[in-house]
C-alpha cells in the first residue's frame, strides 16, 4: 500500500520541480490532476456550488503563487488541500447564509463512509435506488455540523484522508482530529436516524 503513496508523492515532486524552474505548463498537470477532489471537497465543506467553483479556481491561484517557496516538508497533496480547506473554512464562517443546493450531481462516484456503507455491495440490486436516498441524507445531515467537524468528516470518510494528513491540513493535533471525526460520525448518526441504522 506505501509504494503508490510514494509514486504520487515522487510525480507530483518532479511537477513542482518543473514549475519552480519555471515550466508554468506543468502546473495544469497538476490542476487536472486534483481539481475534482479539491471541488468536491470545498463543496462539502461550503454547501454550495458556485462557491465551491470560486473556492477551487483560488485555492490553485493561490498554490501557483506560492510554489516558489514550497520546499516539499509535505506532500503537494496535502499542502493543497490546506489551502483548500483554508479557503473553504473561511468562506463558510463569513457567508451570512448558505444556499441550501442538493448535492447529487457531479459526484456520481463519491464514496459513502464506513457508518453509513457497512454490509452493502454493489451487486445488490436495491443498491443504488438505495445509496442514492441514503446520499440525499448524508448530504443534509453534513450541513448540521459545525466546520470543524465537518471538516474532519470530509477529510477522513469523503476524501479518505488519514489521520496524520487531517492533522497537517487543519494544522491541529492528531488527538483532535480523530476527537472531531468521532464526534462528527456520532452527530451524523444522530442526524440520520433510521438511514443510520439500516445497514445493521
Not at 119 to 142: I, K, M, Q, S, Y
Request: hydrophobic share 40%.
Amino acid at each position: 500500500m506505501e509504494a503508490p503513496a510514494r509514486t504520487i508523492h515522487f510525480e507530483d515532486a518532479a511537477l513542482v520541480g518543473q514549475i519552480q524552474a519555471g515550466d508554468v505548463q506543468a502546473y495544469a498537470h497538476l490542476v487536472s490532476k486534483y481539481q475534482d477532489k479539491v471541488f468536491n471537497t470545498c463543496w462539502r465543506i461550503c454547501g454550495n456550488l458556485d462557491d465551491a467553483a470560486d473556492i477551487t479556481q483560488d485555492a490553485f491561484l493561490k498554490a501557483l503563487e506560492s510554489i516558489g517557496s514550497f520546499r516539499g516538508a509535505s506532500s503537494f497533496y496535502t499542502w493543497l488541500f490546506r489551502i483548500a480547506v483554508n479557503l473553504a473554512l473561511s468562506h463558510r464562517r463569513k457567508a451570512a447564509r448558505i444556499r441550501c443546493e442538493t448535492l447529487d450531481g457531479p459526484d456520481e462516484s463519491y464514496m459513502l463512509s464506513a457508518w453509513n456503507q457497512k454490509g452493502r455491495t454493489a451487486d445488490d440490486p436495491t443498491a443504488r435506488t438505495d445509496d442514492a436516498e441514503v446520499r440525499a441524507h448524508v448530504a443534509e445531515a453534513l450541513r448540521t455540523l459545525d466546520e470543524q467537524h465537518r471538516a474532519a468528516i470530509v477529510l477522513r470518510d469523503i476524501e479518505g484522508f488519514d489521520y496524520d494528513q487531517i492533522a497537517e491540513i487543519l494544522n491541529v493535533p492528531k488527538g483532535t482530529v480523530k476527537s472531531r471525526i468521532a464526534r462528527g460520525r456520532q452527530a451524523l448518526r444522530e442526524a440520520l436516524g433510521p438511514y443510520a441504522d439500516a445497514d445493521g
